[in-house]
């Protein structure tokens, strides 16, 4: 009997503390975090940080569209990588301008994000030249209150390359 009491005062519980909880919504949000580099971009990237903002508008009650501007910033190292070293040199930056999509179930959003990176690349004379390509993004984020955490995947499509990240950020939402 104690068991069934317990789970049915837990079932009661979790109900209250979603429901307290703010519904995801359509809005504005600034963040800050921490960009993980993976597959090839990992070897010779090291761990980096972002800042950014996005604005969205509610389209359906679960849907919002908007847009989402990002700075991304990596030290490179020496990675052995031709292509790689070739291409950026030892950093790599770069501003993401994309349309955002996300989906809200409670305090819960996956978003997808489409658009443009202006990034920091080499010429082959050796100047740093600043390059557009198409940049994508897609993940998975939780609100409460006014606070946001993000974790989301990241690739630039370049010449050479494509860098591709995870990022983890925190935000405030308005």
Same mark, same amino acid.
């Given at each position: ?55 969205? !508008?509610?389209?359906?009650? $679960?849907?919002? *569209? ?9 030290? @490179? /190292? #020496? ?15 770069? !501003?993401?301008?994309?349309? $955002?999509?996300? *989906? ?9 994000? @489409? /658009? #443009? ?58």
């Amino acid at each position: 009997m104690t068991c069934r009491r317990s789970t049915l005062v837990s079932a009661c519980l979790a109900c209250l503390i979603l429901a307290s909880a703010p519904a995801a919504h359509a809005g504005a949000s600034i963040f800050a975090g921490v960009n993980f580099p993976t597959g090839d971009f990992n070897e010779g990237a090291k761990t980096g940080w972002a800042l950014g903002g996005y604005y969205t !508008w509610d389209l359906l009650p $679960l849907v919002d *569209v908007g847009a989402t501007v990002a700075y991304n910033d990596f030290s @490179l /190292g #020496l990675s052995g990588i031709p292509d790689l070293d070739e291409a950026f040199g030892t950093s790599f930056n770069a !501003w993401e301008v994309e349309a $955002l999509g996300q *989906v809200n179930v409670l305090i819960f959003k996956a978003f997808l994000g @489409l /658009g #443009l990176a202006n990034y920091t690349g080499i010429d082959a004379d050796g100047s740093d030249k600043r390059k557009t390509k198409f940049a994508w993004q897609v993940g998975l984020a939780a609100e409460f209150f006014i606070l946001e955490a993000r974790l989301g995947y990241h690739q630039i499509n370049t010449d050479a390359s494509s860098p591709n990240w995870v990022a983890l950020t925190l935000g405030l939402t308005f």
